[in-house]
C-alpha cells in the first residue's frame, strides 16, 4: 500500500517579470551599466557598477508602487529613506529590504561594506528575483521600483550617485507550482 502526501510549500501562483529599468549614473563618481534580459519566461537582471572616486556617506531612498484600476495609475505601497552604509554595518532583522538585499548580495559581488573604493567594481550578474521572498498573495499587475542612491558631501547636501526605475509586471499565468510529493509506503 502506498501513500501519497501532498502540501504546499509556499506556494506561489504569479511570476514577477522585470520589463524595463531605465536609469541615471553621476559620471563623476560611477560608470553603471543595467540589463534585463527575458528568455524562456525567466527574468534576469545584470549590474555592474564602476567607482571613480572614493564614496562614502551613502544614503538610499525607494519607493514600490502598483497600478490600480485604471491604467498608469500608481500607488505607493512602500517608501522609505535610509543611511546605507548603516544598514550595511548593522544588518538589522525582519525588514523586508533585508531579505531582498542579501538575495541579491547571493548572485554575485555586490556591494557589502562602505565606503566604496575607487576602482573597485560591483557585479550583479543573473539575478532573479525570488517569490518566496514576496507575500503570499500579491494582485496581478504593472509595479516599480525607484531607487536613488545618494552623497553626502561636507556641506550636508545629498549628491546623486545613481537613480533608476524598475519597471515590471505580476503576471500570474506564468506561475509556478512548489507542490511537493513524498510517497511513503
Not at 485604471?70 to 538589522?92: A, I, S
Not at 550636508?156 to 509586471?169: D, F, H, P, Q, S
Request: glycine content about 6%; aromatic content about 14%; hydrophobic content about 40%.
Amino acid at each position: 500500500m502506498t501513500f501519497h502526501i501532498y502540501w504546499f510549500a509556499n506556494y506561489r501562483s504569479y511570476k514577477v517579470i522585470f520589463t524595463s529599468f531605465e536609469y541615471e549614473a553621476n559620471p563623476q563618481f560611477l560608470k553603471a551599466t543595467i540589463q534585463i534580459q527575458n528568455v524562456s519566461g525567466e527574468t534576469t537582471l545584470h549590474v555592474v557598477l564602476n567607482v571613480l572616486e572614493d564614496i562614502e556617506n551613502i544614503g538610499l531612498s525607494y519607493g514600490l508602487a502598483i497600478e490600480g484600476d485604471q491604467p498608469n495609475n500608481f500607488t505607493m505601497v512602500v517608501k522609505r529613506k535610509l543611511d546605507f552604509c548603516k544598514f550595511l554595518q548593522e544588518r538589522p532583522v525582519g525588514m523586508g529590504f533585508r531579505r531582498h538585499y542579501e538575495d541579491i548580495l547571493k548572485s554575485d559581488s555586490f556591494i557589502k561594506s562602505c565606503p566604496l573604493k575607487k576602482n573597485a567594481v560591483f557585479t550583479v550578474r543573473n539575478y532573479q528575483l525570488d517569490e518566496e521572498l514576496l507575500p503570499q498573495y500579491v494582485p496581478e499587475t504593472n509595479f516599480y521600483l525607484d531607487m536613488q542612491f545618494d552623497r553626502m558631501n561636507p556641506k550636508g547636501e545629498a549628491v546623486m550617485l545613481i537613480k533608476g526605475r524598475l519597471n515590471g509586471t505580476i503576471d500570474k499565468s506564468k506561475g509556478f507550482n512548489n507542490l511537493k510529493m513524498f510517497s511513503m509506503g
